[in-house]
């Protein structure tokens, strides 16, 4: 299998590469111009591996939540590079995302993941690990920091949402998220953990149907009836 992996949504910037069991990535801390650094660290993993990008299986990006242009930015350069490749793609939620890699990096199986969504909101979901992949329980959603809640239990938060509403999100989760580590950011290295189950089971879409989740804007349409 070989799987590539973009993610922009937030203030990172990342690529990674999987062929078989090796993986290539590259991974920076840029709130700005995510679009040339993608296309350049796109380049630098296929070289890497050794391959083109048409021997690709698939695409997998980060369709958000996130920052608005970050996500457009992700989303631009995945239907590029696939519309010109002729690949599916998957997209993989931001939130499932950091999730994943506090798997990855701590063995934490309980996650609720917490990304700022500026005025005064944060996007939430939270995840229980099954089989080595993190899987959301009850939906992703955006609400006020004091709204975010959890079902009983031993739960791990990660995300910008934790020091933007240092007093608010720790109150609203007292008693079930204790251990917080706002750190934690998005990166395409677990894009392809969470990924590769989609591309066996044929979950792809093609790249014209690759389509960023906001949150914010769906609710918006919910509330409106439209």
């Not at 992700?74 to 590079?81: I, Y």
């Not at 939130?95 to 701590?106: F, P, S």
């Not at 007292?174 to 934690?184: F, I, P």
Request: net charge negative; glycine share 10%.
């Amino acid at each position: 299998m070989k799987l590539l992996a973009i993610d922009a949504a937030t203030e990172a910037c990342s690529v990674a590469l999987s062929i078989g069991d090796q993986v290539y990535q590259r991974h920076a801390i840029a709130p700005r111009g995510h679009a040339q650094r993608l296309l350049n660290m796109v380049d630098k993993v296929l070289q890497a591996g050794g391959i083109g990008i048409k021997s690709l299986d698939a695409i997998a990006f980060d369709r958000g939540p996130g920052s608005f242009t970050g996500v457009r930015v992700g989303t631009s350069v995945t239907q590029g590079l696939a519309f010109g490749a002729d690949l599916p793609v998957i997209p993989v939620s931001s939130l499932a995302t950091l999730a994943q890699g506090a798997w990855r990096e701590l063995g934490q199986t309980h996650v609720l993941s917490v990304i700022d969504a500026r005025m005064e909101e944060v996007y939430w979901g939270y995840y229980v690990c099954q089989d080595g992949v993190m899987c959301l329980q009850g939906d992703e959603q955006v609400s006020n920091a004091t709204a975010v809640n959890l079902v009983e239990g031993d739960w791990y938060g990660a995300g910008s949402g934790w020091p933007v509403y240092p007093a608010t999100l720790p109150a609203a989760t007292q008693g079930v998220c204790t251990t917080q580590d706002a750190t934690y950011l998005p990166q395409a290295v677990d894009i392809l953990d969470l990924a590769r189950p989609c591309l066996r089971a044929g979950e792809i879409v093609a790249a014209d149907k690759a389509l960023p989740t906001y949150l914010r804007n769906e609710v918006a349409r919910k509330q409106s009836g439209v």
